[in-house]
């Protein structure tokens, strides 16, 4: 046999292993309602310690939509340099173009192996098996308030939860939309308009 000249290029886990505090994972779940909508959740993860960032519900996923939420879970350039994710419709054209203006770079998985953002479909799991399945959501709104979600999330410092700004990107006194870091930990805030 021949034998090849260049070094071998890394592998998957050597990868992951050599840029863990720069990786962020982003996917889709799909949540039934009472109704039979179906609720799609966008969740943001990050691999250094394997945190949820942010996370939003809608009916009606766009990229332009999904886009937006990348803006939101990375304000005042705190994006990251490498995004995980699969090959989904909904990452549009508007979704790769703002990847590229917040300069990460995108990794898509291979199809059909979900092997490759295991940390995300593990999350994703969890939350399915400890608060969807003992859940009846009505609408986006009971989703965003409900108490199991809200306890599988509090205890991470950095989660964002939509309508009450950026806990973990306070600059100063004062948080995403007006209120003190002790205010978001203590109460629902309304959400600003």
Known sequence: MVRCRKP???????????????LVSVDF?????????????????????RRILHFNVTAQPTAEWTAQQLVQAF??????????????GIFGGDFVQ???????????????SPWQRAYVERVIGTIRRE????????????????????RLLSPIENASFPGEGFAR?????????????????????????
């Open 8 to 22: 071998p290029s890394q592998r998957w886990r050597v990868f992951q292993e050599n840029h863990v505090k720069s």
């Open 29 to 49: 779940f799909t949540v039934p309602t009472i109704r039979f909508q179906v609720l799609y959740v966008f969740l943001v993860l990050a691999h250094d310690r």
């Open 75 to 88: 304000p005042w350039d705190s994006a990251p340099r490498y995004l995980f994710r699969n090959r989904d």
């Open 98 to 112: 703002q990847v590229k203006v917040m300069g990460i770079k995108e990794v898509l998985s291979a199809p059909r």
């Open 131 to 150: 608060c969807l399945d003992h859940l009846i959501v009505f609408n986006e709104a009971s989703l965003r308030r409900a108490r199991f979600v809200r």
């Open 169 to 193: 990107a306070a600059v100063g006194p004062t948080a995403g939309n007006g209120a003190s870091r002790g205010d978001l930990a203590g109460r629902r805030i309304a959400p600003s308009i």
